[in-house]
């Protein structure tokens, strides 16, 4: 990565992350801080998002409804300083996997918000490994520090052991708990105190020069600035100083400790982002990756949105930009139909409001309301037919079926179950044989907040049971085998939303004789988005 060729100024100033932690760590507060920092919001407390709702839902729709403006659903932009900062949000639920692993393709980085308490969490560590399937770089932040958290050392062993990743420490904490004064920042060399008395004031740096300045014990009590000088060394000599080759290639992470809700080592994390945060990145795809260098755009939709404005059936699709420089009315070709779309009232997502994208760089992430021509996995260029790749659906986890309250309305529910099937939300077949739907999710809580979102989206009532099926796998193979496999497996043979043929079953031992039986046929858990 750091042998790529210098980007223009406007692109190589798009830092494009999403958070990711385990729920009630603190995403929410540090999001918040990050606004209030970025300028986007006047006073820290206007985005509080409260109640369970917020966990099925985007926090971020949770916070429009709080704000009583529209924010966005899915993306938020802001400056900072000289950088464009891209948040992109993560649902929270573990539930949501599937999502989550799609919005992560496109980020560029993420962060990682530990409870300072609890260490690695069983959420933390499920994201971070779906951030290492992609090798994606990883700052973290330890928040919290003005409870009682754990020994220093301890936290970032537990980092290393558990996520197998190298750690090295930006800053250090000065005492925890009650007694958390700050931390000494080990990039820069620098004191930074934390003010108790007013949670959204900037804490104040004071420039030393280095830890032997006389200057650190106008500040710190005696025997808090001996351990703060022990730890310093201890950590200068027992870990790895910061190499940014290894943080962009995911094998190391930058550790800053702080308290998202004083208001404490916020600005020193995002000042990490944007200096060492990775610029924007290629986007693999076929049948070559694309720069974002590359003067022509392009763009990839990770995230379609039903239904954000009920009053309309419109959809928004999210679109990450790969390259170029794109501007409102552009024409771009929509790659799987081979159709020029004009993109005529793209939004952009920042923080302040959501607006008009009159242009966008590599690495922004628009919105276009469309009525349903873009799916997830679609890709947009200017013609070159070029299809981006890595992003997967997987083979759902749970299976019921599906039917409306009211038989009559069987029409409107397939209406329905395909709308959400085209967001993402659920994979939806139609059995080969006999009649109705089965919907499959990754997580149980998806069909509950499926249930919910038919009625009130649709008005519709519907009932889920359990299925006979346990295992959706889909089936490759050449055509004339797989017209064979069909026919011998009727009653195991059903369609996904997209035609594709699926193979279900309820044992394994069923999936393990395909694969001794039928030697041309593949079976697959993933399929790519086409
Ligand atoms: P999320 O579930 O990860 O979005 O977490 P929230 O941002 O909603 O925070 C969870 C709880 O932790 C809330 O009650 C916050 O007020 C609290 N919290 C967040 N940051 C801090 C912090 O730095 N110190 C303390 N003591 N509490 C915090």
């Given at each position: 990565?750091?042998?790529?060729?210098?980007?223009?100024?406007?692109?190589?100033?798009r830092r494009t992350f999403a958070i990711i932690s385990h729920p009630d760590a603190g995403k929410t507060t540090?999001?918040?801080?990050?606004?209030?920092?970025?300028?986007?919001?006047?006073?820290?407390?206007?985005?509080?998002?409260?109640?369970?709702?917020?966990?099925?839902?985007?926090?971020?729709?949770?916070?429009?409804?709080?704000?009583?403006?529209?924010?966005?659903?899915?993306?938020?932009?802001?400056?900072?300083?000289?950088?464009?900062?891209?948040?992109?949000?993560?649902?929270?639920?573990?539930?949501?996997?599937?999502?989550?692993?799609?919005?992560?393709?496109?980020?560029?980085?993420?962060?990682?918000?530990?409870?300072?308490?609890?260490?690695?969490?069983?959420?933390?560590?499920?994201?971070?490994?779906?951030?290492?399937?992609?090798?994606?770089?990883?700052?973290?932040?330890?928040?919290?520090?003005?409870?009682?958290?754990?020994?220093?050392?301890?936290?970032?062993?537990?980092?290393?052991?558990?996520?197998?990743?190298?750690?090295?420490?930006?800053?250090w904490p000065i005492g925890m708990g009650r007694d958390f004064l700050g931390c000494y920042d080990l990039l820069?060399?620098?004191?930074?105190?934390?003010?108790?008395?007013?949670?959204?004031?900037?804490?104040?740096?004071?420039?030393?020069?280095?830890?032997?300045?006389?200057?650190l014990a106008e500040h710190i009590p005696a025997g808090m600035l001996a351990t703060l000088r022990e730890e310093?060394?201890?950590?200068?000599?027992?870990?790895?100083?910061?190499?940014?080759?290894?943080?962009?290639?995911?094998?190391?992470?930058?550790?800053?400790?702080?308290?998202?809700?004083?208001?404490?080592?916020?600005?020193?994390?995002?000042?990490?982002?944007?200096?060492?945060?990775?610029?924007?990145?290629?986007?693999?795809?076929?049948?070559?990756?694309?720069?974002?260098?590359?003067?022509?755009?392009?763009?990839?939709?990770?995230?379609?949105?039903?239904?954000?404005?009920?009053?309309?059936?419109?959809?928004?699709?999210?679109?990450?930009?790969?390259?170029?420089?794109?501007?409102?009315?552009?024409?771009?070709?929509?790659?799987?139909?081979?159709?020029?779309?004009?993109?005529?009232?793209?939004?952009?997502?920042?923080?302040?409001?959501?607006?008009?994208?009159?242009?966008?760089?590599?690495?922004?992430?628009?919105?276009?309301?469309?009525?349903?021509?873009?799916?997830?996995?679609?890709?947009?260029?200017?013609?070159?037919?070029?299809?981006?790749?890595?992003?997967?659906?997987?083979?759902?986890?749970?299976?019921?079926?599906?039917?409306?309250?009211?038989?009559?309305?069987?029409?409107?529910?397939?209406?329905?179950?395909?709308?959400?099937?085209?967001?993402?939300?659920?994979?939806?077949?139609?059995?080969?044989?006999?009649?109705?739907?089965?919907?499959?999710?990754?997580?149980?809580?998806?069909?509950?907040?499926?249930?919910?979102?038919?009625?009130?989206?649709?008005?519709?009532?519907?009932?889920?049971?359990?299925?006979?099926?346990?295992?959706?796998?889909?089936?490759?193979?050449?055509?004339?085998?797989?017209?064979?496999?069909?026919?011998?497996?009727?009653?195991?043979?059903?369609?996904?939303?997209?035609?594709?043929?699926?193979?279900?079953?309820?044992?394994?031992?069923?999936?393990?004789?395909?694969?001794?039986?039928?030697?041309?046929?593949?079976?697959?858990?993933?399929?790519?988005?086409?």
């Amino acid at each position: 990565m750091s042998n790529r060729p210098a980007l223009p100024a406007e692109i190589a100033r798009r830092r494009t992350f999403a958070i990711i932690s385990h729920p009630d760590a603190g995403k929410t507060t540090l999001t918040e801080k990050f606004l209030l920092y970025g300028g986007a919001i006047q006073m820290a407390g206007q985005v509080r998002a409260k109640g369970e709702a917020r966990r099925t839902r985007s926090d971020f729709m949770q916070m429009e409804k709080d704000r009583g403006i529209s924010v966005s659903a899915s993306a938020m932009s802001f400056d900072y300083q000289k950088f464009r900062f891209n948040l992109v949000d993560t649902p929270g639920h573990s539930d949501f996997s599937e999502d989550t692993y799609r919005t992560l393709t496109a980020v560029d980085a993420a962060i990682m918000v530990i409870d300072g308490a609890k260490g690695v969490e069983s959420q933390t560590q499920k994201l971070f490994e779906v951030c290492r399937m992609r090798d994606l770089p990883i700052l973290t932040f330890c928040n919290k520090m003005d409870r009682e958290s754990r020994d220093t050392f301890d936290i970032i062993d537990e980092i290393q052991e558990n996520l197998a990743i190298d750690v090295t420490p930006a800053s250090w904490p000065i005492g925890m708990g009650r007694d958390f004064l700050g931390c000494y920042d080990l990039l820069r060399d620098r004191l930074e105190l934390m003010d108790r008395a007013d949670r959204n004031k900037v804490a104040e740096s004071v420039k030393i020069e280095g830890l032997d300045d006389p200057k650190l014990a106008e500040h710190i009590p005696a025997g808090m600035l001996a351990t703060l000088r022990e730890e310093v060394e201890m950590a200068r000599a027992l870990l790895p100083p910061l190499d940014i080759d290894a943080m962009h290639e995911g094998t190391m992470t930058p550790i800053w400790f702080g308290s998202a809700i004083n208001s404490f080592g916020v600005r020193e994390l995002m000042d990490g982002i944007g200096v060492y945060g990775p610029e924007p990145q290629p986007t693999p795809a076929e049948p070559r990756q694309i720069a974002p260098e590359e003067s022509k755009v392009s763009g990839f939709v990770f995230k379609v949105q039903a239904n954000m404005d009920p009053k309309h059936r419109d959809r928004v699709a999210f679109v990450r930009m790969s390259s170029g420089h794109f501007e409102r009315g552009m024409k771009l070709t929509h790659v799987r139909s081979k159709k020029p779309m004009a993109i005529s009232n793209p939004v952009l997502f920042l923080a302040s409001d959501r607006e008009l994208a009159e242009e966008a760089w590599a690495g922004d992430i628009i919105g276009i309301p469309n009525h349903g021509q873009l799916r997830i996995g679609d890709t947009l260029t200017e013609g070159e037919m070029l299809k981006v790749t890595g992003i997967p659906s997987f083979a759902p986890e749970l299976l019921q079926t599906v039917r409306a309250g009211d038989p009559m309305k069987a029409k409107h529910l397939e209406k329905a179950l395909m709308q959400f099937a085209e967001e993402g939300a659920a994979k939806v077949f139609k059995p080969a044989f006999g009649s109705g739907f089965i919907v499959g999710v990754v997580g149980a809580l998806q069909f509950e907040v499926l249930a919910s979102r038919i009625e009130q989206e649709y008005g519709l009532p519907v009932r889920f049971d359990a299925s006979q099926f346990t295992s959706a796998r889909w089936v490759s193979g050449p055509k004339a085998k797989v017209e064979a496999f069909i026919a011998a497996n009727k009653q195991h043979i059903s369609y996904d939303n997209d035609g594709d043929v699926v193979y279900m079953t309820r044992l394994q031992w069923d999936i393990d004789r395909v694969g001794r039986d039928h030697p041309d046929i593949a079976l697959t858990a993933t399929k790519e988005m086409m």
